[in-house]
C-alpha cells in the first residue's frame, strides 16, 4: 500500500492524518513530532492554561486512527528525488509527504536568559516565573505578550513592555486602530518606541545603552515558519514553504498545511502565511483531498480568521487588509466597537470586532461575497453589512 510520512505534531498534522482517514486511505501513516507529548493545542496556553496548569492534549486514540506517532523524533533533512525524510532515529521513505512543522520563536540576542511561550514547556516554565511581585519584561507588545501580560497582571506582578514600534499592534492593525488599543495597557509599563540591544543577565540592555533590571525576559518579537530543515531539498521557501490554492508544492508528492504553509489566496491575489489556529484546523481536508484525488483538488481560500483574549476582551480579525485599504470605526452598544477596512471600490476586505463575536460572523460572511459598503452608512456597529 501507500504510505504517508507527515512532518510535524501539531494541529495541521494531526488533522491531516484525521482527514486522510476521514476520506478513506488505507495504507500506512506516519506523524513524525519533535515534542515528546502528542499533539496539543495551543491557543490556551497563553490564557486559561498560564493561569492555572491545565492538560491541552487532544483527544485522540492513535492506534484506533492507525497512526504510528513518532514522538521526540526530529526532521533533519528532505530528499525529494528519493522521497525521503532523514531525522535523527533514521529514514522515512514515503510516497506522499505533508510538511506540518508549523513556526518558531524568533529570540533576541544576548547570554542572559530569555522565555518565549510556543510550546506545553515553555507554558509550564512561564507559569513558574509568574509570582506576586516578580519583575517581568516583555519584549514586544503585539498578539502572544498582551495575552501574557492580561495574565501576569492578574497574578499580581509588575509589568513593563518594551515594543520597538509606535503603538502596540501597530503593524497588524494599523495605526488608528491601535491608538484606541493602547489604554488596555494601562497597568503595564508600555515603553514604545523602544528597541533592544540584547539580553544580560540582569535583564535588558535598552538600545541607548539603558539598564531594565528583570526577573523574567520574555521575548514575543514574532515566529518564523519551521523551514530549516528544508534547506537543500529543493522546495520553493517565502519565508514559508510555497504552495497553490490546493496547498500543493511543485514537487506533486509534497504538499504544505498550517503555520509553516505560504499558500497562494486567489480572493486576494497574493500569498498568505498560516498563523492562524483556524487554518491549521480547516486546511487539513484541502491537503487530504488534493493528496488522494489529484484529478479533482479542492481549493482552499478561506476568508482569514484569528482571535485573541486580551485585557478582558475579545478580539476577532478577518479577512486581509492592504495599508492602501481604507479604514472606519463602528461604534455599538456596550462598549462593544469594531473597524472595517475596503479598498478603493468599496468593497470590505477586513474587519476587526471587539467583544461582539456576531459582528465577527456577519462580516466574515461579508467578506466572502465581496460586498460593497458605504462607510458611512456603517459607522453604527448595528448597521448590517451590505450595499447601499
Ligand atoms: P504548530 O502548532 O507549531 O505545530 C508544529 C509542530 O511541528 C510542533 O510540535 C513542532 O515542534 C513540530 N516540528 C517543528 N519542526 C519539526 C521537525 N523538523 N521535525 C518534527 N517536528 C517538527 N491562533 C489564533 O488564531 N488565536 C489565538 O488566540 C492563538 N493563540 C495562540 C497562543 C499561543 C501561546 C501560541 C503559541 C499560538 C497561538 N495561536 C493562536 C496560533 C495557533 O496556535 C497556530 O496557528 C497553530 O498552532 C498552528 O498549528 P500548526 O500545526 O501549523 O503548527
Known amino acids: 500500500g501507500r504510505r504517508i510520512v507527515v512532518v ?15 476520506e478513506g486511505f488505507d495504507g500506512e501513516l506516519e506523524l513524525i513530532c519533535s515534542e515528546p507529548t502528542p499533539p496539543y493545542d495551543r491557543p490556551p496556553l497563553s490564557k486559561s492554561a498560564l493561569l492555572e496548569a491545565q492538560d491541552t492534549t487532544f483527544d485522540v486514540d492513535y492506534a484506533a486512527l492507525g497512526v504510528e506517532l513518532r514522538l521526540g523524533v526530529r526532521a533533519r533533512a528532505l530528499d525529494t528525488a528519493a522521497r525521503t525524510v532523514h531525522t535523527d532515529a533514521g529514514e522515512h521513505s514515503y510516497d506522499a509527504l505533508v510538511v506540518a512543522t508549523g513556526a518558531a520563536p524568533v529570540a533576541l540576542p544576548g547570554a542572559g536568559r530569555q522565555l518565549v511561550l510556543r510550546t506545553a514547556a515553555d507554558a509550564e516554565h512561564l507559569r513558574a516565573e509568574l509570582r506576586p511581585g516578580a519583575r517581568v519584561v516583555l519584549v514586544g507588545a503585539g498578539w502572544i505578550n498582551a495575552e501574557i501580560a492580561t495574565t501576569a497582571l492578574s497574578l499580581g506582578c509588575s509589568v513593563t513592555c518594551v515594543e520597538a514600534g509606535s503603538r502596540p499592534l501597530a503593524g497588524p492593525l494599523g495605526a488608528q486602530v491601535a491608538e484606541r488599543l493602547r489604554s488596555w495597557w494601562d497597568g503595564v509599563d508600555l515603553r514604545c518606541g523602544t528597541g533592544v540591544g540584547e539580553v544580560t543577565t540582569d535583564g535588558l540592555t535598552l538600545d541607548d545603552g539603558t539598564a531594565l533590571p528583570a526577573d523574567v525576559v520574555v521575548t514575543g518579537i514574532g515566529v518564523r515558519p519551521d523551514v530549516g530543515w528544508l534547506t537543500g531539498s529543493g522546495l520553493e521557501i517565502d519565508r514559508g514553504v510555497v504552495v497553490d ?61 484569528f482571535w485573541s483574549d486580551q485585557f478582558g476582551h475579545k478580539i476577532q480579525f478577518v479577512g486581509h487588509r492592504s495599508e492602501s485599504d481604507d479604514m472606519v470605526f463602528r461604534e455599538g452598544a456596550d462598549g462593544k466597537w469594531g473597524a472595517a477596512w475596503f479598498d478603493a471600490a468599496g468593497q470590505l476586505t477586513a474587519h476587526l470586532s471587539v467583544d461582539s463575536p456576531r459582528h465577527m460572523v456577519q462580516a466574515r460572511m461579508a467578506i466572502d461575497r465581496r460586498v460593497v459598503v458605504d462607510p458611512d452608512e456603517i459607522r453604527d456597529l448595528s448597521a448590517p453589512l451590505q450595499a447601499p
Open 245 to 305: 490554492e490546493s496547498l500543493r508544492t511543485a514537487d506533486p508528492a509534497v504538499f504544505a498545511v498550517g503555520d509553516v504553509a505560504m499558500r497562494w489566496s486567489p480572493r486576494f491575489g497574493t500569498r498568505l502565511g498560516g498563523e492562524h489556529w483556524d487554518e491549521a484546523r480547516t486546511g487539513p481536508a484541502t491537503v487530504a483531498g488534493a493528496l488522494l484525488r489529484p484529478q479533482s483538488p479542492p481549493v482552499f481560500d478561506p476568508v482569514p480568521y
Open 8 to 22: 510535524g505534531g501539531g494541529l495541521a498534522g494531526l488533522r491531516t492524518c484525521e482527514a486522510l482517514r476521514a
